[in-house]
């Protein structure tokens, strides 16, 4: 009976000793959190409130402003070049996410074997990722060249006939894609390399044991566990993928024509040349919302991923 009230006198003075230390412990850290709640206020959140509300407003730079309520919005339903561009922005993604996700997790099943150099090789391989857009931009606009580009005279060395590339409206979303899968492959790579380093090796000892071939512990064993983290990549993927701006910028400025024309193409020149403000954070806000519902179905994929 005495341990006992011992140990209750001991939880009481615990529990009064953290309660009167926890507001002046709280107290005593928030100089710390001022500054990133004032710069995250500044950065983050008063732009998106701005940007909501110059949406229900008619303004050009330049002209005063005048509300219109919901005219942006209904204006968008109607604006066949911004329909355009979603369905170039949805076409660029898919192919933007779906062929890094796959080459990359390839890459890492090979550098995740065991062979000669393969730091090396590793080392090589993630360089691309650490050029910025702007710079790969300009290095694949000479590639891209009809006549003195790098990559015409590579296919003229297999007797195939020079292409337009970035110059032809049928192929400029597929090779700004190609630029993005040089650049951004090596971050699923390392992703997915991450995962299969943090495998269990049990389950593949009894499919060995059980006589399982190469494909089968792949296909049963290894792809169900790194699955989680090649969904992680592909939302990486989607939500850079939906947001890229300079590469297609720098390249193709959305053409030939409007045939590139993404829509953070289309929102800048409706802002910056056009100076549509109000339309343009009209634009944002379906663009915003577009990303979100995009990124909430991969979210919800990755948590049906099962760890098996």
Known sequence: MTEASTLERKVASAAKAVSTRGPGFDRNYLPFVYPALIITLAVIVFPWIFTIYMSF???????AREFVGFANFTKLTTDARFIESIGHTLYFTALAVVLPVIFGTI???IFNERFPLRGLFRAIFILPMMA??????????MMFHPQ???LNYLLSLVGIPPQLWVYSPETVIPSLVAVEVWHWT?????IVLGG???LPTEPYESARI???SAWQMFRHITLPLIMPFILVAGVIRMIDALKAFDTIFVITSGGPGTASETINIYLYLQAFSFYNIGYASAMTMVFFALIIVLTLVLLYLRQKAKWT
Do not use: F, R
């Open 186 to 190: 090596p971050l699923v790579m390392l």
């Open 132 to 141: 910025t857009p702007v710079a790969v931009a300009l290095v694949w606009t």
């Open 196 to 198: 299969l380093a943090s």
């Open 148 to 150: 003195l580009g790098v």
């Open 57 to 63: 407003y008619d303004w050009k730079i330049g002209h």
């Open 107 to 109: 890459a890492a099943l």
């Open 210 to 212: 059980d006589g399982a």
